[in-house]
């Protein structure tokens, strides 16, 4: 072959993990990929897969497949071993042409039988005799290497939090190793390359143990501690291979006297509340060769049954980024010590690293977080209940840097209390954390407040996505509530590639579904206050059925649906036996609260959230018409007709019922509410009857011109009331309710600071003080929901088809929005649409990938273009006004 193809494979990838990956656990995985260009219709696609296993001779093996493949390609060879190696590379093929390879893929896989996981969990023998608030353990191994190797790994997880260290150097990237599972039923196994930092002769190997989720206090009134146990350990297992082919395994155990451990220098740590460290119990190079551990004590064995421990596909949490100081400002000194509130400009889960400098043994500095400010100016610690965000330090007489090592705080501002002299930007840095998912959605328009809103939800996401998706990332909570994710799983989905991330915590999801007879309200699943006991109610219940959904339709993957359908099925048929006779779910639950409804409706008081306007029987049964038919089309989607016709006459019945019990004869709702009506019209319990349809949308379009532009829905109604009128032709309507800054809306939000969407439209109240409700958060991504209509109306892209197979770019300008853009990179590449509109002309650009095909829809809706790959750009005379 003589000519070079300009088209290239790009991105390669294994399974759902975004890159190069150590210790999957997939023997058989599957294989994606896309391309740099729009692809000749006679080009095939080579594979070139190399296999080694560790210390082995590689093998080289070529394997043509279909360019039109290259999504979820099924391993085209043998299985793969434990600990085996692969390295992918892809190029095309045309005639006498060839492209250049790609980049490589390299992935490996991890300890995949059960039996070979050898090390056990050990740790302290002795508890201290305290309920939480506990010194945090060290463990230390020393072993000799008799040569350089030429592979090593460690395979490391821990009851509780873990940070490794080898010869004094910290392995890996991660913090809160290994993260949140339901640990009585799993506990994630990580792989880490330690191959260069091995040396020949003595290695020592140390490991700082937190409580973390597992034995820390976690949840709201009060919270409980030593939920999953109340010993901390570590398993490490370190295998080490050398050029002559020869082996060396150290296994974590308590037989050969070998491994020590003692008490450090964090004196207490928990994720909620902070971290205190006291350096004059640090021990300088115990996590060197040669430290004298003669005074520790050896460790003792945690019984854990190693069955339980999985190779992750959950995607570890990781910093992304710093924000530098915008203001620092004194605001008090005592006995020579200075106290300051430092604005970080921005708020989202984050940790502060001091340059500890200038203090005596025994002086104290303490770093208090919160996410606003009061109106005089201090810290708003009140929302933060008991989760204070506090840490402390306490100094050794010598200079160092600190960042505290097993909390993670949400906040934007920050009160350092008890700082030598002078406080500057140089003596700090901000450090952001989140799951280290890969961006895939971007958006921006001509209003740089709409920017700013679509900024505040990306921010409230990624604070809130950190190895569980939690609530809020700063008080007394952080709990994985199914109806936050519920709602928000488009926009997540779309922003970001959450397969991987959503499908780890969907398995503790249906975990918690078995053990307590229902989905719960939110997993991991532990009893708390008046939420002890789970019962079925909808939206957070529904999240078994939205979020495996929302993940098929975005991935296309069938796998990984059929993998999640019991958990939806479940659910379905749980709440099928709490409906009336007429198809209605008015029967259970049963407890103090019943069900939740639209929740935080802005006419709720603020300490009766649940006291909404809609009916909840409305509202649950909805939603549960909506789940249902959504299964029917997962069972369609896994070739199960039966089921899909089974469920699709209890789907008809529900939606009669709805119809019979809360809509007029002349069109009214039962509920008179922005919330009743969006649900009616977008979850389609209307278009039977196409004339209560137009009339739902009237009112609800005459609902809004009442309010004046300022929101009536809550939790339920939220994402739904835009794509509601916007559905029924009142677009006029949408944009003004949208683009309101008035309170309650999203741009008042901006208006007032915020930088993070809030858990309540008036977490701020227009005079600037904090609602007094006990319940607020400055930082919850379930009113960002609203994103999804930004990107499907404002920017124009839906997908419809699973797996972005076929989508539809169809923008609507309105508001006096003159300009948008939207992109989303689909399992196939990048779908994009930019357009603007000038007095006279509207223009569009459209980008399609390859194997997709896209419905072009212009403004007016009066034409459309079906187009395949490649790139487009079309002008028409404007069909609406730029006002």
């Not at 650009?845 to 079309?874: I, L």
């Amino acid at each position: 072959m003589s000519a070079t193809l300009s088209v290239t494979p790009v991105h390669l990838t294994v399974e759902h993990y975004p890159g190069d990956v150590l210790g999957i656990g997939q023997t058989v995985p599957r294989l994606s990929w896309q391309y740099s260009d729009v692809v000749p219709a006679d080009a095939k696609t080579e594979l070139e897969i190399t296999r080694r296993m560790p210390a082995a001779q590689a093998v080289v093996q070529s394997v043509p497949v279909g360019r039109a493949d290259n999504v979820l390609l099924p391993w085209p060879l043998t299985p793969l071993n434990a600990r085996e190696q692969v390295i992918v590379r892809a190029r095309l093929t045309q005639a006498d042409a060839v492209s250049e390879w790609s980049a490589p893929l390299h992935f490996e896989l991890g300890l995949t039988v059960a039996f070979e996981r050898e090390a056990a969990f050990v740790g302290p023998a002795q508890l201290d005799g305290h309920t939480d608030h506990r010194p945090q353990p060290l463990v230390r191994t020393e072993f000799v290497v008799p040569a350089k190797p030429v592979q090593a790994r460690l395979y490391l997880s821990a009851l509780g939090l873990v940070d490794a260290e080898l010869n004094g150097q910290r392995v890996g990237q991660d913090i809160l190793t290994p993260g949140w599972t339901q640990y009585d039923d799993r506990l994630e196994l990580w792989t880490y390359d330690i191959t260069q930092q091995l040396q020949a002769g003595t290695n020592a190997l140390g490991f700082w143990l937190g409580d973390g989720w597992y034995r820390g206090r976690v949840g709201f009134k009060g919270g409980q501690a030593n939920v999953y146990g109340d010993r901390l350990g570590v398993f490490a297992q370190v295998e080490i291979f050398y050029a002559d082919g020869s082996e060396q395994q150290i296994f974590s155990n308590s037989y050969d006297r070998q491994w020590y451990t003692v008490n450090g220098p964090i004196t207490a740590s928990n994720l909620f509340e902070g971290e205190d460290y006291d350096a004059r119990l640090t021990q300088p190079g115990w996590t060197m060769p040669g430290f004298d551990d003669s005074g520790w004590d050896t460790v003792a064995q945690i019984p854990f049954d190693n069955r339980k421990l999985e190779l992750p596909i959950l995607p570890p949490v990781r910093a992304h980024g710093q924000h530098p100081a915008v203001t620092i400002a004194k605001t008090g000194e005592h006995k020579g010590r200075t106290n300051w509130i430092v604005d970080f400009g921005q708020n989202c889960t984050q940790r502060v690293r001091l340059h500890i400098h200038n203090l005596a043994a025994g002086d104290q500095v303490s770093i208090q977080h919160a996410e606003v400010l009061e109106k005089d100016g201090s810290l708003s610690t009140r929302p933060l209940r008991r989760g204070q965000q506090l840490d402390t330090y306490i100094s050794n007489g010598e200079d160092a840097l600190w960042e505290p090592r097993f909390t993670i705080h949400g906040f934007r501002y920050a009160e350092v209390k008890g700082w030598p002299g002078e406080l500057t930007a140089a003596d700090m840095e901000c450090i952001v954390y989140y799951s280290a998912m890969k961006q895939v959605g971007q958006f921006a328009s001509s209003n740089q407040l709409v920017n700013r809103l679509h900024d505040n939800v990306l921010w409230s996401m990624r604070s809130n996505f950190v190895s569980i998706p939690t609530d809020c990332p700063q008080r007394d909570e952080r709990l994985g509530w199914t109806g936050d994710i519920s709602l928000f799983a488009p926009t997540a989905d779309y922003l970001y590639d959450t397969s991987s991330f959503l499908s780890n915590w969907l398995v503790d999801v249906r975990s918690d579904q078995k053990k307590w007879g229902t989905v719960p309200f939110y997993t991991p699943f532990i009893p708390f206050a008046e939420w002890s006991s789970p019962q079925a109610i909808a939206i957070w219940g529904d999240a078994a059925v939205t979020v495996p959904w929302t993940l098929y339709m975005n991935s296309g993957d069938k796998q990984q649906l059929a993998s999640q359908y019991a958990l939806a099925q479940a659910w379905i048929d749980e709440v099928r036996g709490y409906l009336s006779p007429d198809g209605v779910w008015d029967r259970k639950p049963h407890y103090s609260l019943g069900q939740l409804g639209d929740w935080l409706d802005p006419t709720a008081p603020p300490d009766d959230p649940v006291k909404a306007m809609t009916q909840k029987e409305l509202v649950a049964t909805a939603f549960f018409a909506r789940s249902v038919r959504l299964f029917v089309k997962m069972a369609q989607a896994l070739d199960r007709p039966e089921e899909a016709e089974r469920y699709e006459r209890l789907a008809q019945h529900i939606g009669r019922g709805f119809q019979h019990r809360f809509v007029h004869a002349d069109g009214r709702m039962t509920s008179d509410t922005q919330c009743a009506y969006a649900l009616a019209i977008v979850f389609n319990l209307l278009t039977d009857q196409p004339e209560l349809q137009t009339k739902a949308g009237n009112r609800l379009a005459a609902l809004v011109q009442a309010s004046h532009g300022q929101v009536s829905t809550g939790f339920a109604g939220t994402p739904y009331v835009l794509p509601a009128l916007t559905q029924t032709g009142h677009l006029q309507e949408a944009y003004s309710l949208f683009l309101s800054d008035k309170c309650p809306s999203w741009l008042y939000q901006v208006k007032m600071g915020g930088t993070t969407t809030w858990e309540r439209w008036d977490s701020m109240l227009p005079d600037g003080s904090v609602n007094p409700g006990v319940m607020t958060s400055f930082n919850h991504y379930s009113l960002g929901s609203v994103a999804a209509w930004m990107h499907s109306t404002i920017g124009g892209l839906t997908a419809t088809a699973p797996g972005w197979r076929t989508f539809r770019v169809a923008p609507q300008p309105g508001g006096g929005i003159t300009q948008g853009q939207t992109s989303h990179e689909t399992p196939y590449g990048l779908a994009a649409v930019t357009w603007q509109l000038r007095t006279d002309e509207f223009q569009i650009t459209v980008t399609v990938p390859n194997g997709t095909t896209a419905t072009v829809v212009m403004p007016g809706g009066t034409a459309s273009k079906t187009v395949t790959a490649g790139h487009y750009t079309w002008s028409e005379p404007a069909a609406v006004s730029v006002q």
